[in-house]
Each structure stands twice: as C-alpha cells, then as structure tokens.
C-alpha cells in the first residue's frame, strides 16, 4: 500500500507542478482610436488586475481594488497612460490627456475604460504601446484605428512596440491574411495550454475514456470519439458566439466552465458510468463560448474576417491534441501500475475541488487561487 501511495503521490506531484507552471490567465487590452480633422479621441480598455501590476490602488490594503480607490489616483493612471500609450503624426507626438475612467469587463476580468484625447495638426502615422512590455510576454493588445474614415486593424504582441498605421501587419489587409492567420493559430494554442480549467476538462476526458472494463484500443477509440465531440460543440459556439448570433454573460460562461469540470470530476470519484457522449457534447458548447470571448478581445467584430477565427480554431485544436497526447504518455505507467480507477479517483478529487472553488469565484467574483 505504501509503494502504491508513493507512485500517487509523485502523480499527483507532476501535474501539480505542470499546471502551475502553465497555469497563466493571459492579459489582453483593446484599444480604439478615431480621428476627425485635428481632434483624436483613444479609448483604452485595461485589465484591473494588469493595472494594478503598475500602481499601487489598495490604499486601505484589504486584497481588493475598489472603483473609489481607482478614482483617487488619477495621477497615477495618467502616468500609466504617458509611460505606455504615444501617438505621433509624420510632423510631432500628440500628448493625450485623460477625459473620463468608467468600468469595463474584458474575458480576464474587470476592466478599466480609459477615455482620452489629443490634438493633432495632421493624421496620426504611428502608435507607441508599451504596456507590460517588462512584465509579461504573453500580453496582447487589439486595436482599431479610424483615420478621417480609413479603419484600420492591429494585434500588437509584446515583442511590437511601434506599429505604422499604413504597416502591412493591418489585420484587415487581405495581403497580410496569411502571416495574420498564424498570428492566430498561435494565439488559439496559447489559450488551451494557459487555460487551466480547459486542461483540467481535457483531463476528465481522457481519465473518462479509459475503463478497467475494456482494452487500451477500445479506450483510445472512446478518447477520440470524446475529443472529436467536444471538438464539434466548441466549434459550433465559438463560430456562433463570434459572429454574434450568441450571447451570454461571461460569468454565466465560465462558471458552468467550472461546473463541468467539477461533475465530470465527480462522476470519476463515486465510480459506475462516467461522464458520456452527450455530456461532452453539452459542456463542449459551453466552452466554445468561452474561447468566443477571447477571440472577441484579440480581434473586436470578427464577423469581417472569418479567417482569423479558422486560425485560432485550429490553434485550440493542435493544442487540444498535443496536451491529451502528452497526458497520455505521462498516465501510462501510473494507470499500468495502480490501475484507472486509482489514478482517476486520486486525480479527481483535488480537479473537483478547485473547480468548486472557481464555481464560487466566478459566481461571487472573488478570488480564492492563484490559477
């Protein structure tokens, strides 16, 4: 009995150590800026928490960021905004100014809304973003820009820090569909490899797909069927919710994200049937629609340009398929050694106890985990 606590034990370690150590909630901002004759006018949608990471908002040091301590450090937001946001025409820079601070929500969280404007005595030529460019690698920013009725479409990524509003990186340039187009496989795999509850999902699939009851080909045959099912449900929702024929409010969204990966969880824990076909099908279209509310970020109205929702589809699938693939070389031994129901249950139980825990967060907005 020891050894076979040992060999749970080192298990359970791994994928401990794995999911924090990809476990990253990816930040991403969108940015608007119109211009009519000299006026501009930028608004800047932030993530609270991104902010934070630069200035000091807790005044009465509780954990928590309130909007009237948002609201007293106008000096610092203004900061924020000149250290990280320039626009410049051919000629000189344009110096913003702060016009208003309302509440946002992006996929990540509440969001800051920053409001804006400068004076410019010709068309804005070059945008300046250096926003977390020391501190985080993974943050993206979308922005749309309308020139005197020219629009115009970027994804800036840390590695970007100038962008030209004539540049061919414009994601509306048909000439640029194709590097555009990776941009968002990319983009897709990076969400399923820092998304921990859709990893924690993968791992109720593939533990559901293998019984004691049936040979490992009957298993891998029942995993594929899974995967492709789910597979079809996020695709469905994610093209739906994309293109606007879907909508439902984000903590809605992920809370039943939570929830299925809390009962496929249980379902693994009490031992009988585990989770079926038409369970993965149903929680599969839940999850597209949040992979949806991330796309929205990257890319604002995607009803334009379906391609760059191909893209990050792909992108979600490769990193669906390499993840289960991985995982499944990682269980063999432990489920050859103490047998599925073992490792199912011990892996189980701590999955249906954080995703509890998330079900909660996300329903009372607080956070208890770092992941």
């Not at 946002?104 to 809304?113: F, I, K, M, P, V």
């Not at 969400?191 to 791992?203: E, S």
């Not at 992979?291 to 490769?318: C, I, K, Q």
């Amino acid at each position: 009995m020891n050894i076979y606590f040992r060999h749970v034990f080192l298990l359970f370690f791994m994928l401990f150590i794995s999911f924090n150590l990809i476990a990253h909630e990816q930040s991403i901002a969108k940015l608007e800026l119109n211009q009519t004759g000299t006026s501009v006018r930028l608004n800047w949608q932030v993530g609270l928490k991104d902010i934070a990471r630069l200035a000091q908002f807790d005044n009465d040091g509780d954990g928590n960021i309130q909007w009237k301590e948002v609201l007293q450090n106008p000096s610092e937001l203004s900061r924020i905004l000149k250290d990280n946001l320039t626009i410049y025409t051919q000629v000189n820079q344009c110096h913003l100014a702060i016009q208003s601070i309302d509440l946002a929500r992006l996929s990540n969280g509440n969001a800051l809304e920053i409001n804006s404007w400068a004076e410019c005595q010709s068309p804005v030529t070059k945008v300046h973003y250096a926003f977390l460019q020391a501190l985080d690698q993974l943050h993206v920013a979308h922005i749309r820009a309308n020139i005197n009725g020219t629009e115009q479409r970027y994804l800036f990524r840390n590695s970007d820090r100038n962008f030209l509003l004539d540049d061919k990186s414009n994601l509306s340039d048909q000439s640029n569909q194709q590097s555009s187009f990776v941009q968002f496989v990319y983009q897709g795999i990076l969400h399923i490899w820092i998304g921990i509850d859709h990893l924690a999902f993968l791992v109720i699939l593939l533990l559901s797909a293998r019984t004691s009851r049936h040979s490992f080909k009957h298993s891998l045959k029942r995993l594929l069927v899974f995967a492709s099912t789910f597979t079809l449900a996020h695709t469905l929702t994610l093209i739906s919710a994309s293109l606007n024929w879907i909508q439902l409010p984000s903590w809605f969204v992920e809370t039943i994200i939570a929830a299925s990966v809390a009962w496929g969880a249980f379902c693994l824990i009490k031992g009988g049937r585990s989770i079926d076909t038409p369970t993965v099908f149903g929680f599969g279209l839940i999850h597209g629609l949040g992979f949806a509310s991330v796309l929205s970020d990257l890319t604002g109205d995607l009803s334009a340009n379906v391609l760059l929702l191909l893209g990050f589809n792909l992108g979600v699938e490769l990193g669906q398929l390499v993840f289960l693939l991985v995982l499944l070389l990682l269980l063999s031994w432990p489920i050859k050694s103490l047998g599925i129901t073992t490792v199912a249950r011990w892996l189980s139980a701590p999955i249906m106890l954080v995703a509890t825990i998330w079900m909660v967060e996300r329903i009372a907005d607080v956070k208890f985990l770092p992941i």
